[in-house]
């Protein structure tokens, strides 16, 4: 199975802040790999897909970059409807794995 | 509007069983690939399995975890999709979501399955 391993486990940071998690998965998987937002008691939320391209109605300070072993999820400046936990997946292969989450805090 | 609901949870004994349903609607479900993702309490997001559709031959995937234990079953005349838990364990405690992730971003609101004596 692939191990998706994110880091930090958990941040925190400030309003405007530019904020970047990183996930690395045990052995390649190409761009298959996306990057969900959930916020407490609320479903997961999808900012990313295929590596790099920006889900639909997402703002457009959420970036996403990285192919083969390394991912990263960037905020440009950081708003306060953004401090939630973030995931990522990677859909290269069977079984789909989750990262642990980076939860993202106010400073 | 794209409605997934799930129906069916609550608490268990260990060893027990349990099925979960999900009903969905406002897009063509015959058309996707279906996925079971949950969630222990205070914990993260784990992929619990998938269901193809006809094009897919109805196959299933599965985490290592549930593998033997649990039955993804999908029925496209109901839109329906379902989760069939066996000799069910503690570990098994968390919110179980219905979603069509691929190409979508589709969630159900989720249902609570307690595993406990």
């Known amino acids: 199975d692939i191990q998706m391993t994110q880091s930090p486990s958990a941040m925190s940071a400030s309003v405007g802040d530019r904020v970047t998690i990183t996930c690395r998965a045990s052995q390649a998987i190409s761009n298959y790999l996306a990057w969900f937002q959930q916020k407490p008691g609320k479903v997961p939320k999808r900012l990313i897909y295929?590596?790099?391209s920006l889900q639909s109605g997402v703002p457009s300070r959420f970036s996403g970059s990285g192919s083969g072993t390394e991912f990263t999820l960037t905020i440009s400046s950081l708003q306060p409807e953004d401090f939630a936990t973030y995931y990522c997946?990677?859909?290269?292969?069977?079984?789909?794995?989750f990262g642990q989450g980076t939860k993202v805090e106010i400073k | 509007e794209v409605q997934l609901v799930e129906s069916g949870g609550g608490l268990v004994q260990p060893g027990g069983s349990l099925r979960l349903s999900c009903a969905a609607s406002g897009f063509t479900f015959s058309d996707h690939y279906m996925d079971w993702v949950r969630q222990a309490p205070g914990k993260g997001l784990e992929w619990v399995g998938r269901?193809?559709?006809?094009?897919?031959?109805?196959?299933?995937e599965y985490a290592a975890s549930v593998k033997g234990r649990f039955t993804i079953s999908r029925d496209d005349s109901k839109n329906s999709l379902y989760l069939q838990m066996n000799s069910l364990k503690t570990e098994d405690t968390a919110v179980y979501y219905c979603?069509?992730?691929?190409?979508?971003?589709?969630w159900g609101q989720g249902t609570l399955v307690t595993v406990s004596s």
């Open positions: 295929s590596a790099s």
């Open positions: 997946l990677q859909h290269n292969s069977y079984p789909r794995t």
């Open positions: 979603a069509c992730i691929s190409p979508f971003d589709y």
């Open positions: 269901a193809r559709n006809k094009a897919g031959s109805y196959t299933t």
